[in-house]
């Protein structure tokens, strides 16, 4: 099976950039099952109510929000944020 192109957003690419060592290594991490299948990791990803095809991936205490496309295979990142926010300014 081919595997996705996983595209960042502003934000969550200036999130990424500014992280700490840790942090970077788990998204990185993330970003790296985001390619081979973004839509099945039991306890890590969930598809959110209420949207159309948004999804969400659980890295600790941080929520990456994306949506997929499954036409040119690839996987928009939209938000990396703190869990308390994340549901909310989605």
Do not use: W
């Not at 996705?4 to 970003?31: H, I």
Request: glycine share 6%.
């Amino acid at each position: 099976m081919d595997r996705f192109t996983v595209l960042l957003q502003s934000q969550p690419e200036k999130y990424y950039r500014k992280a700490d060592r840790k942090t970077a290594d788990a998204l990185r991490v993330c970003f790296e099952h985001l390619e081979e299948n973004p839509f099945s990791l039991p306890g890590r990803i969930d598809k959110l109510q209420g949207y159309q095809d948004l999804y969400r991936y659980r890295v600790g205490g941080l929520r990456v929000v994306y949506e997929v496309s499954l036409e040119t295979r690839t996987v928009g990142v939209a938000a990396i944020l703190p869990r308390g926010d994340a549901y909310k300014r989605i």
